[in-house]
């Protein structure tokens, strides 16, 4: 006897020809299915059955099963059986390796993958080419376009040896009726619930490859064009040489800590014209406005009011100004001595109305601090390089930002009724006409957030914020303005809806690594890489030494998650209607260096 085994290569066709083959002969064989035949094509598998033939398989997706971990093999066997007791009710214990149909050909993997099937409970089948094939062997046919010949010719030969063709399970000596055993009714339930979690994973996984590959091309274009208005930004220089006295603003609240070390770095500042210091006490209650007060430095004056909120502050201080131009400070930001000059240069031009500094963190010597000065590098800053050329910024950060009083004044002052003052005040500035320009030396040094705690609720204010700001401002993309053409769809599509997309990108290449999908994991990997070269350039252009980078695949990997969570959060805020409090963050009250700050 020969056993005749046919094995399951994914079309239908030849499935139908060889039934037909084995009618005609009124015999019978063994064919060896993968569980994504059953799943998919139950028919097939029912035509197999009505001409009493056995059922084998070669796992779910009837690849090498040699080449997969032994964790994966098993999860294929498993699928497997569930399914054929979900769709036939039956259970199979042979099992045939499909790229090892030999004992020759058995090596190292092959045989890990066979024990690993064995400790399973199955029977492997070792076979031969039917051209091949003598008496006790197992004939295995591809059921590919040549099977129906193959099995023809086969059974031809046999017939004139006088060799009669069998179902494996006969060749061995196994009960034919005993070796597709009925499937339990736990066995049959398990099976249900494992198609119900297939169909979700089919589901899951249709939408995470349609959603990956618009993801992947809108970040690498996001990559090239920020990378390349960022270099056009680096080589123009914006009109400078405005003059004149300038007041500066420091909205306090809780800033004991760190506000002597903000007022000394702005009195130091190199600026020939007058300069006065506004400090605005929100209602501290660890003493803040009396270090000020006990400081006594020269043009500092301390206004005092019940706590109201940052913006309430920063009109208390505006409504104290009397001079052309306001720079507004942060209480926890450090200026170098050349800051003041470079800030309000820009305003020599008549249409300018605000302009940027370019915000570093300080504290960056602890992970969480690197992961954060890179993230000011390569995202806040250079986005703004780039909203900058296209005339589209959307945020003046409140630690370095400077205003023509005349603008502010114009459009009302500092609103309350969002948690990004910064950024409301920005567009609302931007859609009255004024440009608003980036100055990336006019550097100041800002204290991050040194928790995960900290950090979250920070991240969680700004993006709730923004969109505050950004559904505040929506009339603003009617308005034929490069703010409302081209700076809210930005942040709309980049800020959040990728964000919240964002997962899908990683996950999609995790999913390709564990399945081996080379183009999903070679177009992250290729992302990758262009994010890398970008940041390389960037550093660059911000003059920072490159060292920091090591930390970027770690960024990738935990910082960039928790960035996500912060943005889904944010969006489930809005959608619920949630209202949102102010978050006082701790601050650890750093010095100032000696000098300019050192660039770590």
């Known amino acids: 006897m020969v056993g005749v085994a046919l094995v399951d290569t994914g079309a239908v066709e030849p499935f139908v020809d060889a039934a037909s083959v084995l009618e005609g002969g009124g015999l019978s064989a063994t064919w060896f299915v993968a569980g994504r035949t059953v799943l998919d094509r139950p028919s097939v598998v029912d035509a197999v059955r009505s001409t009493g033939s056995e059922i084998g398989v070669t796992g779910f997706t009837g690849g090498d099963l040699a080449a997969l971990p032994g964790w994966r093999i098993r999860l294929e066997l498993s699928a497997t059986q569930a399914v054929l007791a979900a769709r036939e009710s039956i259970t199979a214990p042979l099992l045939l390796l499909p790229a090892a149909p030999s004992a020759a050909r058995m090596d190292g993997a092959a045989l890990r993958a066979a024990r690993t099937a064995a400790q399973q409970g199955y029977g492997l089948v070792l076979g031969v080419d039917p051209e091949h094939a003598a008496a006790g062997d197992v004939a295995v046919i591809p059921l590919d376009d040549r099977a129906a010949g193959r099995l023809t010719a086969l059974l031809a030969r046999l017939g004139a040896a006088g060799i009669r063709p069998t179902p494996v399970s006969e060749l061995v000596g196994m009960d034919h009726r005993a070796l597709n055993p009925a499937a339990g009714t736990l066995a049959r339930a398990n099976g249900w619930a494992v198609l119900a979690s297939m169909e979700v994973g089919q589901v899951i996984t249709w939408m995470v490859e349609a959603l990956f590959w618009p993801s992947i091309v809108l970040l690498g274009l996001r990559a090239v064009v920020t990378g390349s208005l960022a270099l056009v930004h680096a080589r123009r220089r914006p009109r400078s040489g405005w003059s004149g006295p300038v007041t500066i603003i420091v909205p306090a609240y809780n800033e004991a800590g760190g506000i002597e070390a903000?007022?000394?770095?702005?009195?130091?500042?190199?600026?020939?014209?007058?300069?006065?210091?506004?400090?605005?006490?929100d209602g501290s209650t660890d003493g803040t406005a009396e270090v000020v007060d006990h400081l006594r430095l020269p043009g500092v004056t301390l206004i005092r009011q019940p706590n109201a909120g940052k913006a309430a502050a920063l009109n208390r201080g505006l409504a104290a100004t009397r001079t052309e131009v306001v720079v507004m400070v942060d209480a926890d930001t450090v200026f170098?001595?050349?800051?003041?000059?470079?800030?309000?240069g820009p305003l020599a031009d008549p249409r300018v109305g605000a302009v940027s500094g370019n915000a570093k963190v300080l504290n960056r010597r602890r992970l969480i601090g690197r992961w954060q000065h890179i993230e000011y590098v390569m995202g806040f800053n250079l986005d703004r390089r780039m909203l900058a050329v296209c005339g589209a910024?959307?945020?003046i950060p409140g630690a370095v930002g400077a205003f023509r009083t005349a603008a502010l004044r114009r459009v009302g002052g500092i609103d309350h009724d969002t948690l990004a003052e910064d950024t409301d005040v920005t567009i609302a500035v931007a859609r009255h006409g004024w440009r608003v320009v980036y100055c990336d030396r006019a550097i100041a040094w800002t204290e991050a957030p040194s928790t995960v705690g900290d950090l979250w609720r920070q991240r969680y204010r700004w993006c709730y914020g923004t969109m505050q700001a950004a559904w505040k401002h929506r009339r603003a993309m009617l308005e034929c303005r490069p703010i409302g053409l081209i700076g809210l769809p930005y942040a709309i599509t980049y800020q959040f809806a990728l964000s919240l997309l964002g997962p899908v990108v990683d996950v999609a290449a995790l999913y390709g690594l564990a399945t081996g999908n080379t183009e999903v994991v070679l177009a992250w990997l290729a992302f990758t890489a262009v994010h890398a070269i970008q940041g390389v350039v960037v550093f660059r252009l911000d003059h920072e030494r490159l060292g920091p980078l090591w930390a970027a695949p770690l960024q990738q990997i935990f910082y960039r998650q928790l960035m996500y969570l912060v943005v889904i959060q944010s969006a489930v805020t809005a959608l619920t209607g949630t209202r949102l409090r102010w978050h006082k963050l701790r601050r650890l009250g750093l010095a100032a260096p000696a000098g300019e700050p050192a660039r770590i």
Do not use: F
């Not at 170098?336 to 309000?344: C, K, P, W």
């Open 336 to 344: 170098e001595r050349g800051t003041i000059a470079e800030l309000v």
């Open 393 to 395: 910024m959307t945020t």
């Open 262 to 281: 903000t007022l000394r770095s702005l009195i130091r500042s190199r600026w020939p014209y007058p300069l006065w210091v506004i400090v605005v006490d």
